[in-house]
């Protein structure tokens, strides 16, 4: 099974600041790699597909980037409702699919 | 747009059987598959199975083989998970989400249902 792993595991922000959150893949995967936004109580929503690619509905603040084995998540411009937990998950083509093991955003 | 929407939390005995249906609307349901994830308590996620609700064709992870049934009524747009021999560390949020219809559109899961819990005590 391909491994993914997050850094941080949680962070403190404040409103208005930009924060990065990286995911790192246990072997290659190219850009089969999505990210997952989830509130308490909540199901996870998808933000991101195929690495970079933002989903429609998706306010602009929320970006990424990657390739490979290393890909990060920015949210420029922290709102209140980005306080959340952000998951990737990796989709490449052998099952199964995998998932990071999620970092929270907390306010500081 | 589109709902996925699954029955309600229950509670089973360990080597018992549990059903968990999620009924699908507002969008084409042949058009895209389903997959089940779960979500075990303080742990992370866990891709469990994938189903072609088109053609029934299936796909599990390896350690759930031979437990876990996957069906679809496409009468009801409605997909159904089974799992049976229930254990303890079965006790979980379990997902349906919607998915791709095969190998080079699916794992990309753009819509969630709003989870049944299973647990499993004695």
């Known amino acids: 099974d391909i491994q993914l792993t997050q850094s941080p595991s949680s962070l403190y922000a404040s409103v208005g600041d930009r924060v990065t959150i990286t995911c790192r893949a246990g072997?290659?995967?190219?850009?089969?790699l999505n990210w997952y936004q989830q509130r308490p109580g909540k199901p996870p929503t998808l933000l991101i597909s195929a690495a970079s690619r933002l989903r429609s509905g998706v306010p602009s603040r929320f970006s990424a980037t990657g390739s490979g084995t290393e890909f990060t998540l920015t949210i420029s411009g922290l709102q209140r409702e980005d306080f959340a937990t952000y998951f990737c998950?990796?989709?490449?083509?052998?099952?199964?699919?995998?998932f990071g093991p999620g970092t929270t955003v907390y306010v500081k | 747009q589109g709902q996925l929407v699954q029955s309600g939390s229950v509670v089973q005995k360990p080597g018992a059987s549990v059903k968990v249906s999620c009924k699908a609307s507002?969008?084409?349901?042949?058009?895209?598959?389903v997959s089940w994830v779960r979500q075990a308590p303080g742990q992370g996620f866990e891709w469990m199975a994938w189903?072609?609700?088109?053609?029934?064709?299936?796909n599990f992870a390896q350690k759930l083989q031979g437990r876990v049934t996957l069906t679809t009524d496409t009468s009801t747009n409605t997909v159904y998970m089974e799992m049976r021999s229930l254990r303890s560390d079965d006790t979980a949020l379990y997902f349906c989400v919607r998915d791709g219809v095969g190998a080079t559109t699916w794992g990309v899961f753009d819509l969630w249902g709003q989870g049944t819990l299973v647990t499993v005590s004695s």
């Open positions: 072997q290659t995967i190219s850009t089969y």
């Open positions: 998950q990796q989709s490449y083509t052998s099952l199964p699919f995998t």
């Open positions: 189903i072609n609700t088109e053609n029934s064709n299936r």
């Open positions: 507002g969008y084409s349901f042949t058009s895209y598959g």
